[in-house]
């Protein structure tokens, strides 16, 4: 099990290297560009070597991109359904040329609209980013909370997606903080265990390629999206830990979303503190 975090890439994307070294992350996840805008980065050759260069003498990967937060394929608005497809192209390809695994996003929300409603949207769109983009790259969906009428906070939702999408490359990237708003007890053993159960029924513990490892400022299904340092919310230690010990996370990589003890987004303190209870699951 390798832990990393979310890192920046501000004056260059090879220093998202440098700073997750600095934090003692193992893996990373990246923006292309702002999160909350549609315009991505063009990485020019040089940079794309440097970044490269600077993998290879640390040895931090794998790396993800996550989809800007715009990103809605729920959405009944067909030109922000147009952006959210052409940015999720571009940064399945930026993924390629950084070797990165895959593309993390939110699926989005139907905002009342209901699932049914938008479901064969949702799988079109799928099956449109697969279809446009390198064999070698996963497109991820990422479980939601449930706030917003966001789509997949039940893994009944996301395993429909998967199945109709059709393609191995569709895979999955489960949260911890939004598991546990949208009701599943991760932080105890027994909820756990049907959680995963129900995942593994629903989607397949086969499509389970990231964990963000997050605690929780909202209750055990609360449905609300608000992350916490590790430790200091709703699941804690002994919560995180147990998802941690569970057989289907310990060869995939951990990512923290938190907000740092500083506010300043992933810290080191975070990351020791992850590797600690690897550590005491055994998993080091």
Known sequence: MKIGAHVKTSGGVDKAIDRAEEMGAETIQIFSGAPQAWRRKEYRPEEVEAYRARVAETGIEPAFLHGVYLVNLATS??????????????????CRLL??????????SHRGAGYEQVFRQVVDSVRTVVEATPEETWLILENSAGMGGTVGSKF????????????????????????????????????????????????????????????????LAGGVDRHENIGEGHI????LRNVMSYPAFREVPFL???PGFDNQGPDRRNVEILKGLREKAGLS
């Open 236 to 239: 804690g230690l002994d919560g």
């Open 256 to 258: 923290l979303e938190v």
């Open 156 to 219: 009944d939702e996301l395993g429909r997606i998967v199945r109709e999408a059709g393609s191995p490359r569709v895979k999955v990237c489960l949260d911890t903080q939004h598991m546990f708003a949208a009701g599943y007890d991760v932080k105890a053993k027994d909820g756990l265990e049907v959680a995963m159960s129900e995942f593994d029924a629903e989607v397949g513990l086969d499509r389970l390629v990231a964990v963000h490892a997050n605690d929780s400022k909202c209750p």
């Open 99 to 108: 070797g990165a695994l895959g593309v993390i996003f939110h699926i989005g």
């Open 77 to 94: 608005n067909q030109e922000n359904l147009a952006k959210s497809l052409d940015a999720l192209a571009h940064d399945m390809n930026v």
